[in-house]
């Protein structure tokens, strides 16, 4: 089952103040500079593209003691109008807290040379700031203004980022390749004074050299950026980082100091720990500091400047009952430090799965941060920002990402990855009626990861709204036929479960005076092979796990009698397996436990046919048979 189906990562627009451009932006717009002229050669040529290419992409970087300078060009060719329409709009990401933006040119340059300049009066500014995470990056759209087929754009600023306003070292990750091929990419940077800093290419189609003080890297004809229906594209892209620390040590060192700082001040702990933890043991102390952390305070993005990285004191977190991330997981590891659990942070880098690319120690992909222990041997990571998974499950959406513990020694690693990160049970009573209908009674016990789903999505609904969508699953799940009920239990808590009751009633489908030849399918473990499906054409696909056990009792109510029943099953493959007892308890009643098991794992490329073939093949095993005569 993918994570995109199961378990969805609500992302908001959250703007918690106004901002004018004036305050970020400033205009130095020309129609005459030597990359405009360099764009106006292009068009001379012959041998142009038939579609859109980016004919010169570069960014140089200054690195000064107060001041990072960012200049960026990019000439963009569009022979199509389809080109136009996918590539018409330029985005600049930009940190509101410590950046400027210096625009120089947007403007496109017409087949015959005619040139159109941006408004100012264009431009737009959006909050790109996404629940659980915490990051102060505005996003800046411009419309290239006149563009038409055989045209070119060309876009020309200046980022400068004040140091001394920093609450962290400078570092930057750009990206070698596009949606776009590339004739001509450059990446220049210079460091200005004593200060040390460091660099690392892990791009394919940049070569790089440093001399002096200066990093000079520079590709040709680098093809378009591939990406696939299941990668995290950031783990596969080319990359060229700048920063200034020489180790992860540094980084850790620096960070705990920010986070550490919240504890200057504490006062409402001490009531929190006697009024609101309910401590009948280490495991209700956990739940309740993780429930009061997590629902208790309620979420809200707080990064202001001084605040990006550097979270409130606990003392302000609890007056507001407020915060972000950071906030929330310094009072919780304040929390169980009083409970007696060494805790520990650990930053989350919520877009990265491969710790590979982590070559250049530097804070700048970690976007999120949560709270680490471990008890009786067994490691464990909560996020109080997610108010839906019970304590024992590291939350679905930070499985397999890249962490950095804040302890001494450590290195970019990945988060806890459960072995089967879907887990369920099903048990279901089917009995049949004089008048040729059915009486289904089922039971469905989803645990774990699955558990904080249903909550996430049902807890928020009212009860006529739980039973409509729990009514709509069941009919494209199981029948659109029969009266339904359904009853909801542990949705209100963070228990290690959710229940789903339900009943079906079924009115006359069969003639109770012939022989019963009868086939039904196991429907929920049969839905979660449907999505168990691999798509991916380029890369590996990695599988988060299921096991499901259901349990089917079938009672023909001596209106027949049992004649033959479907045979047991076991099939083992180094993907998984389906296993199947089935159990004849009487003329009239047969009971039948099924059991799938397909571990969390990656898929190479080379096997994804394989696998797509192996669940094809349980998929053809997923219905129950019985013959009964009268």
Known sequence: MKISIRFLLIISLISCFSLSASELISWELTDNSDNIT???????????????????????????????????????????????????TAVIYLNSKTQQLRIKSVVSISSKGKIKQITP????????????????????????????????????????????????????????????????????????????????????????????????????????????????????????????????????TLISAKMDSAENNILGIEHV????????????????????????????????????????????????????????????????????????????????TDASRFKLPSLERFDHVVVCFELNGKQYCVDPTDFNTNWQYTPSWIQNKVILPLKKGSQPQNMINSQYRWKFETDTHTIFTNDGGQVEEQKRYYIGEYASYY??????????????????????????????????????????????????????LLDVTEDLTYTENDAWLRKELQYLKLTNKKYDEFVQGILVETSMLFDTNNIWKLKYVSPNLELNHKFGSLNRLVTKISDNRMKVDTKLEIASQVIALEDIEAFNGFINKLLSQSSINFQATK
């Open 121 to 252: 009066s264009a431009l737009r500014i959006l909050d790109t700031n996404t629940v659980n995470a915490f990051n102060d990056i505005k996003e800046v759209v411009l419309t290239i203004p006149a563009l038409e087929e055989g045209s070119l754009s060309v876009v020309d600023y200046e980022i400068s980022t004040d140091r001394r306003v920093e609450e962290f070292n400078w570092s930057k990750s750009i990206y070698t390749e596009s949606r776009l091929p590339i004739q001509l990419s450059l990446v220049t940077a210079n460091w200005q004074g004593s200060e040390e800093m460091h660099w690392a290419n892990q791009s394919d189609s940049m070569n790089c050299v440093e001399n002096n003080r200066t990093l000079i890297c520079q590709g040709q004809d680098i093809a378009t950026f591939e990406g696939d229906n299941n990668i995290y594209w950031r783990d596969e892209i080319g990359i060229i980082s700048l920063g200034g620390l020489a180790s992860w040590n540094e980084v850790v």
């Open 455 to 508: 909550r996430n999505t049902l807890h928020e609904k009212t009860a006529n709204a739980r039973e409509e969508w729990l009514t709509e699953q069941y009919k494209n799940v199981v029948s659109e036929l029969g009266e339904k009920e359904f009853e909801v239990q542990n949705i209100e808590s963070m228990g290690d479960s959710v229940n789903i009751n339900s009943r079906v009633v079924y009115s006359s």
């Open 38 to 88: 360099y764009a106006k050669q292009f068009l001379t040529h012959s041998d142009k593209p038939g579609e859109a290419e980016k004919i010169k992409r570069s960014v140089d970087v200054i690195f000064s003691q107060n001041e990072v300078l960012e200049k960026h060009l990019e000439i963009t060719y569009f022979p199509r109008s389809i080109d136009i329409e996918n590539n018409g």
């Open 273 to 352: 720990l006697k009024t609101k933890i309910v401590n009948n043991g280490i495991e209700s102390a956990i739940y309740s500091a993780l429930e009061f952390a997590a629902r208790d305070i309620r979420y809200v993005s707080v990064s202001e400047l001084g605040n990006a990285i550097t979270p409130h004191e606990i003392a302000k977190t609890l007056e507001n009952r407020y915060g972000d991330c950071k906030d929330k997981s310094v009072l919780l590891k304040a929390l169980l430090d009083n409970l007696g659990i060494k805790s520990y942070l650990a930053l989350v880098a919520t877009n990265y």
